[in-house]
């Protein structure tokens, strides 16, 4: 499979995002919802910030939701030395009275004119205030239809995972919708268009006591009340996505089914993409899925960086055979390549 990766590489990092408070640090800009609105590109990435630490403390913000109360940032101190703390892992700090993640993500646009020179908002397009974004809101999807940008995320608290809706017509005002899948379910992509009259969506639970993170479907008349759930598929032993799998773009509709690109792991996290075919018109049906995957952490901001061996894709823009994929490198940085629709199509296919 031909994969481009684009020589501008990566394409917005950490430094080119300014903190939403001075006492803040960008420490990831990734896994970035993906439109073309008039004559831009606009990005919807994940900004996660911490607080700035010292040598003492690591400063963690959550977000602190009283009713009838305004929400807003608190930031907890633990002590470098308390050996009951495990610092280990440098996404969360383990204490006994429980995890904490050590950044806080929302949601920055950022655009372009030409898909690879983008401009960053010098503020949030969508910050957590609700007590299902304690941890902070992550990974969009955007889906537009019939000029209206659909916006699904997760929103990470001690309850769950849960994923919400947001509604935007211009990237400047959102309407926020709230929750509409709960808690464990996450990378919701919303097909672009109605199929046999209803809307239709990849989604992926957690299951905790049968099951694997698997990827499922789901109908809606509304785009807010979500049932008539199909499994889709699971995860393959032995393989590259063994461990965990997830809807990744908005599902593309070619001539010969629908074609999503998704996101598969191992157990030791190392983040690959794939491709599947689904039914036009029966999209719980699976046509073909790749064996292998198309694109796999190689270049060095890929392998290296927050999280070192992920390529995690929220979104790609679609040009004639083009499929230009903007894709979250190593949990820190937005790259983006191109491929062949046409290409991922017959090779699927051709099994």
Known sequence: MKVERYPENPLVKPSDVPPSRPDFEVVCAFNAGVARYRDEIILLMRVAERAISDDRVHRVPILKCEHGKEACVEIYEFKKADPMLDFKDPRIIITPEGVFLTTISHLRVARSKDGR?????????????????????????????????????????????????????????????GIILCPENLDVCIFPEKVNGRYVALHRPIPRSFGQPN?????????????????LMGVQADSWDSGRIGGGTIPIKTEHGWLEIYHGATAGDFYCLGAVLLDLDEPHRVIARGRDPIMAPEAPYETCGFVPNVIFTCGAVVDDDRLSLYYGAADMVVAAADMSISGIVEHLLSG
């Open 215 to 231: 990827m499922w479907i789901a109908y809606s008349p509304d785009l807010i009340s979500w049932g008539d759930h199909y499994f």
């Open 117 to 177: 020179n983008f401009v960053v908002d010098p503020k949030p397009a969508i910050f957590p205030d609700r007590p299902s974004e304690i941890y902070g809101i992550e990974d969009p999807r955007i889906t537009e239809i019939a000029g209206v940008y659909y916006i699904t995320y997760k929103g990470v608290a001690p309850t769950g995972i849960s994923t919400s809706l947001a509604v935007t017509t211009d990237f400047v005002n959102f309407e926020r919708k």
